[in-house]
């Protein structure tokens, strides 16, 4: 007998817009993500009632508001573990979080890095501003040591945290960074996050107008962002420069920025990226990066394989249901593991 299927229908961006207005200020960068994202989600091949939004608080944790999926506002700090029970609930969603530098580094810290050293199968969207927009301008973990703020008058005098550096340090599988300015590059980012096993972590520099504008200019401003950035591609040597002829190349075990052509220097002496690299040497380098000494890596800096988490615990639990001779309810009353009153 012959069976008529119904065709599955391909998403495109239309199905992930909403009707209602996007409540972000005009100029923030969080609509170029919010664009950038409905782009890539018709081309990650995963329906859209498979898509599912976790947010925590702040300007970034708006998102599944806008968007047509699934979502879920959580606390303050706590989109991490609800997005784990998610994907440990049902292993074929596919889970975006979408957090700020003030939500992921500071109240949900811990979860953040915990999450990452699991290897849980999400991907992290994390809105780094600087700045603690929603609550009106307080300095945040990423927030520049001496930076005044409304709550550093006389200037922060804290140590600022890498999103990076802290990614690497609690042994993340993957790491990349972008900028909203840049849609085309965003794109290819967030797609390649889509696509890795395992917890993928985006920082994207974002500008906040009003608490914290142009905090990224001597990285995004136009007049210097070929000289700024130096976007890494796998398995392409690093060159940068508005004329393609500054490049990172490793001279007594130490990263360099060099001139191709100054010194004897050529193409073949630059270090080619290999974000799947198992010594993660290179990795930690690109991440600390800053300037003026060097440019800002962005891209996919770090993309290895590891053990997913939720994979692994559905092994365990199905390796346990075959050996077990408990079964149901009556198996464990009658099983003689049991605890009896005395008195």
């Known amino acids: 007998m012959a069976h008529n299927f119904e065709p599955v229908a391909i998403s495109t961006k239309e199905d992930f817009k909403l009707g209602g207005p996007v409540k972000w200020c005009a100029g923030c960068g969080g609509h170029a993500v919010l664009s950038t994202v409905m782009n890539v989600l018709p081309e990650t091949g995963i329906d859209k009632d498979d898509v599912v939004f976790v947010s925590g608080i702040g300007c970034s944790s708006r998102f599944p508001y806008y968007i047509n999926t699934y979502g879920f506002h959580s606390l303050h700090g706590r989109a991490n573990p609800i997005a784990s029970g998610i994907k440990a609930s049902n292993p074929n969603l596919s889970v975006w979080i979408v957090t700020g530098d003030g939500d992921s580094m500071a109240i949900g810290g811990n979860h953040f890095i915990h999450l990452i050293r699991r290897n ?19 300095y945040s973990p990423t927030t520049p040591k001496g930076s005044v703020t409304k709550t550093s008058p006389d200037g922060t005098i804290e140590n600022a945290f890498k999103p ?25 980012v967030f797609k390649a996050a889509a696509e890795h096993k395992g917890t993928s972590v985006v920082e994207i520099l974002l500008n906040c107008v ?8 001597d990285i995004t401003g136009k007049d210097v962002r070929e000289d700024h950035q130096i976007f890494l591609e796998e398995g392409k040597p690093m060159i940068f420069g508005k004329d393609r002829n500054q490049g990172l190349m490793m001279r007594c075990n130490k990263m360099e920025k060099v001139t191709i052509g100054e010194n004897g220097v050529t193409e073949d002496d630059l270090i080619v990226h290999d974000p799947q690299d198992a010594d993660d040497s290179n990795h930690y380098r690109l991440v600390r990066m800053e300037l003026p000494e060097f440019p800002v890596a962005m891209g996919v800096i770090r993309a290895i394989d590891s053990t997913v988490f939720e994979s692994a615990l559905f092994d365990q639990v199905e390796h346990a249901r075959k050996e077990t001779k408990i079964k149901n309810m009556d198996d464990l009353l009658h099983s003689g593991n049991v605890f009896e009153s005395k008195g």
Not at 120 to 138: D, E, H, P, R, S
Not at 167 to 184: L, N
Not at 210 to 217: D, G, P, W
């Open 120 to 138: 849980i199968n999400v991907n992290i969207l994390l809105f780094n501003n600087k700045i603690y927009g929603l609550t009106k301008g307080q």
């Open 164 to 188: 990076g550096e802290l990614t690497m340090g609690a042994q993340g599988t993957f790491f990349a960074r972008t900028v909203d300015s840049d849609p085309k590059m965003m794109k290819k």
């Open 210 to 217: 009003i608490f914290a504008n142009q905090v990224h200019k």
